[in-house]
């Protein structure tokens, strides 16, 4: 009796987890799948795909869809790796740095977006500052739409300053699974702040830096909220169009068919960093 319980233990304490995924993830994409692909009538179609095609935001959504995720993820990789081996350090008081650089951690995207809405909008803080330092006359456009490009920096900026900090907690995290040995080594062999980092660093860390980029760049493909807040509809994206074409055009069929194509997009950038950046425990210097 005792055996059967203990061979029963981990199942139980899994199926909560596995009930989670199965209601929250698993039926939603079972559920979404039908509405793209499914004609009214029960049959295969693509019809649904073909308006989504034609739809007049369709290619500007996948254009700044493919944009934000150019610039947000390498800068955020770049920025939270400083921020981790700067907290690695351990420099005193760099616990309460760590506190600040993982605040946004706690802040929704929809309230972010509006933070940095405040900061951005012709009367917001940073021109009332710039103005008060008589840097400028008169207040900038920074959320105007005849000027994409600096829209398109609020929001690079404001969903950086978002999503760093998840990044920079799990790269800290693998930077403490790394024994302190090789530092100490480098550190004999003369090697300097840039060469440890490129030599002992990277190729150790290459396991969370996987792990952060298939994350990151998951969440940057359902970049939502803060685009919304910042820029409206004047820079559309992928899974906007999507909330869209279900809120707005009250079309769940072709809203689904957007959300199946982030879907894919996520998969196959799931694939590539597996692929291209295989990690084993021999490549991270741990055996």
Not at 16 to 32: G, N, R, S
Not at 107 to 118: E, M, Y
Not at 162 to 171: N, P, W
Request: hydrophobic fraction near 55%; glycine fraction near 4%.
């Amino acid at each position: 009796m005792r055996t059967k319980l203990e061979s029963a233990l981990p199942y139980s304490l899994l199926a909560p987890t596995l009930i989670f995924v199965t209601l929250l993830i698993v039926v939603p994409i079972f559920q979404a799948f039908l509405l793209a692909f499914q004609a009214p009538d029960g049959s295969f179609t693509l019809e649904y795909f073909q308006k989504m095609a034609n739809d007049t935001s369709f290619r500007d959504s996948l254009k700044f869809t493919f944009l934000l995720l150019l610039f947000i993820v390498p800068a955020q990789a770049v920025l939270a790796l400083v921020m981790a081996l700067l907290i690695h350090t351990r420099f005193r008081g760099h616990t309460i740095f760590l506190y600040i650089f993982a605040i946004p951690l706690g802040i929704s995207d929809l309230a972010a977006g509006i933070a940095w809405l405040s900061i951005f909008t012709e009367r917001g803080y940073l021109n009332s500052i710039l103005s008060q330092l008589g840097i400028l006359e008169t207040p900038f456009l920074f959320l105007s739409y005849q000027n994409l490009p600096a829209v398109f920096g609020t929001i690079v900026v404001a969903e950086s300053w978002r999503a760093t900090a998840i990044v920079m907690t799990i790269l800290l995290a693998g930077l403490q699974v790394i024994p302190r040995d090789y530092f100490e080594a480098a550190d004999v062999f003369g090697a300097n702040t840039l060469k440890r980092t490129l030599y002992v660093v990277l190729p150790l860390l290459r396991p969370s830096l996987q792990a952060a980029l298939i994350i990151r760049t998951i969440f940057a493909f359902q970049t939502f909220s803060v685009v919304l807040v910042l820029a409206g509809r004047v820079i559309p994206v992928l899974a906007g169009e999507s909330y869209t074409w279900y809120v707005t055009n009250r079309n769940p069929n072709i809203a689904a068919a957007y959300a199946v194509l982030v879907l894919i997009f996520t998969v196959a950038a799931t694939w590539f960093y597996l692929k291209f950046l295989q990690t084993s425990t021999a490549e991270a210097g741990y055996d």
